[in-house]
């Protein structure tokens, strides 16, 4: 599923059977891209434990106790309740993007128990949706395992390094995009006499 201008392939419950090679092709009257990825999906094996306690007194009125325990290794009828620490998909390390184009980015946690508590940062000062020092220039929608940030229409000063940091009861993690914004219009401000003029340089 998606909008007009990004796609998401979803699979609620992995298998081993899912594992494979994963291409995303998109393409308009200008051309067209392809990203690929290698999805791995891991067997696991859940361990339960039981503890059983045995009293016995024998005739000499001398107790003992017999402690058993058992540890049985099974992959469908037993289940560990455990917490387990969040992992982001990992992020393209660098992006460079011209301005007025729209930049969006995307954390996917992989795995992770919920809830989960997400906070996005532009060189290490955190975003929100309230942020009156950045005018509501970007947007940020949250779901219970995937949070998306957005700025619609990319300025000057919007190139920097942007990271998702999500976190639960087990741990947290983290990743980090470094976005370059190309085609930046230069002003060049000079007097003579009384006399201001402007000369805008387009690179």
Same mark, same amino acid.
Not at 36 to 57: M, N, P, R
């Given at each position: 599923?998606?909008?007009?201008?990004?796609?998401?392939?979803?699979?609620?419950?992995?298998?081993?059977?899912?594992?494979?090679? +994963?291409?995303?092709?998109?393409?308009?009257?200008?051309?067209?891209? #392809?990203?690929?990825?290698?999805?791995?999906?891991?067997?696991?094996?859940? /361990?339960?434990?039981?503890?059983?306690?045995?009293?016995?007194?024998?005739?000499?009125?001398?107790?003992?106790?017999?402690?058993?325990?058992? /540890?049985?290794?099974?992959?469908?009828?037993?289940? /560990?309740?455990?917490?387990?620490?969040?992992? #982001?998909?990992?992020?393209?390390?660098?992006?460079?993007?011209? #301005?007025?184009?729209?930049?969006?980015? !995307?954390?996917? !946690?992989?795995?992770?128990?919920?809830?989960?508590?997400?906070?996005?940062?532009?060189?290490? #000062? !955190?975003?929100?949706?309230?942020?009156?020092?950045?005018?509501?220039?970007?947007?940020?929608?949250?779901?219970?395992?995937?949070?998306?940030?957005?700025?619609?229409?990319?300025?000057?000063?919007?190139?920097?390094? +942007?990271?998702?940091?999500?976190?639960?009861?087990?741990?947290?993690?983290?990743?980090?995009?470094?976005?370059? /914004?190309?085609?930046?219009?230069?002003?060049?401000?000079?007097?003579?006499?009384?006399?201001?003029?402007?000369?805008?340089?387009?690179?």
């Amino acid at each position: 599923n998606g909008d007009d201008d990004s796609s998401l392939l979803v699979i609620d419950q992995l298998s081993p059977d899912d594992s494979g090679n +994963y291409s995303c092709h998109v393409s308009n009257q200008f051309g067209s891209d #392809i990203q690929s990825t290698i999805l791995t999906v891991k067997a696991k094996i859940e /361990i339960s434990h039981s503890l059983c306690l045995y009293h016995h007194t024998n005739v000499d009125h001398t107790m003992f106790f017999i402690w058993k325990l058992t /540890i049985l290794l099974s992959l469908s009828f037993s289940t /560990i309740f455990a917490e387990i620490r969040p992992k #982001i998909a990992e992020f393209k390390q660098h992006r460079s993007q011209k #301005i007025g184009t729209k930049f969006k980015i !995307v954390c996917i !946690v992989q795995e992770g128990t919920l809830p989960l508590k997400f906070r996005w940062q532009k060189n290490g #000062i !955190v975003l929100s949706n309230n942020d009156s020092h950045h005018h509501h220039h970007h947007r940020i929608e949250t779901r219970s395992d995937e949070s998306q940030l957005t700025i619609d229409s990319l300025q000057m000063n919007d190139g920097g390094n +942007y990271s998702c940091h999500v976190r639960n009861d087990a741990g947290s993690d983290s990743q980090l995009i470094a976005l370059d /914004i190309t085609g930046l219009i230069f002003c060049l401000l000079s007097c003579f006499s009384n006399d201001m003029w402007r000369i805008f340089l387009l690179v």
